[in-house]
């Protein structure tokens, strides 16, 4: 699997898509366990990203994610901001001279992004977070050979599922202690939005 700055910048479109039709799903997720803002904060944010890279040259998949990660900075705001801001500014980095990505690129630019997240929120895997999604879908990506589009869905989607057994230990939803649990993570469902739109670049 390679990426393109073409098929970059179809992914931003593509997430901006997901993330504007499931934006009162992602309230109401975080409504449950927040402060319900983050359907708004996703699709300010995205939205913004797609007007900017779909106006937008580039010549490098890094340019993409740069400019991408700027935007999510500055407009997403929240905690989710900063953590997809470095995300973005970590992918983009790692692939600052590439036109085109292979999927060990890719792999890489993926666990330096989830690095980079980790650092920037202080959490691990199973704090109930975006995290619990970027983990797996990183470890799978490494796999090499056997990454395919569907399994990637999979992967995600079932991560996603997991936030719902767990008790957050970070951000907001871990003021409710023990009654965090039973609810899906609003930054996880944003996420498997992010990387089921990956996967729909892929298919293409
Ligand atoms: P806020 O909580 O500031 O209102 P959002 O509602 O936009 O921000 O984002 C909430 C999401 O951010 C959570 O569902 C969780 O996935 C993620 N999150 C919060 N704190 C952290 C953290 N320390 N590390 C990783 N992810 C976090
Ligand atoms: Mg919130
Ligand atoms: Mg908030």
Known sequence: MVMTAEQAVTWVGKTNTLIQSNKEYLTELDQA???????LNMSRGFQEAEAKVSSSEYETVGGVFKDTATVL??????ASGPLYGTAFLKMSMLLRDKPSVTQADFAEAVEEALNGMKQRGKAEQGEKTMIDVWHPVADFLKNGQNVNAGKLVEVAEQAMEGTKDTV??????????????GHIDPGSTSSFYL??????????
């Open 33 to 39: 366990i927040g402060d319900g803002d983050h359907g």
């Open 168 to 181: 957050a230990t970070k951000g907001r939803a871990a003021y409710l202690q023990d009654r965090s649990k």
């Open 195 to 204: 990387f089921q739109a990956l996967a729909d670049v892929w298919k293409e």
């Open 73 to 78: 900075m500055s407009k997403i705001g929240g």
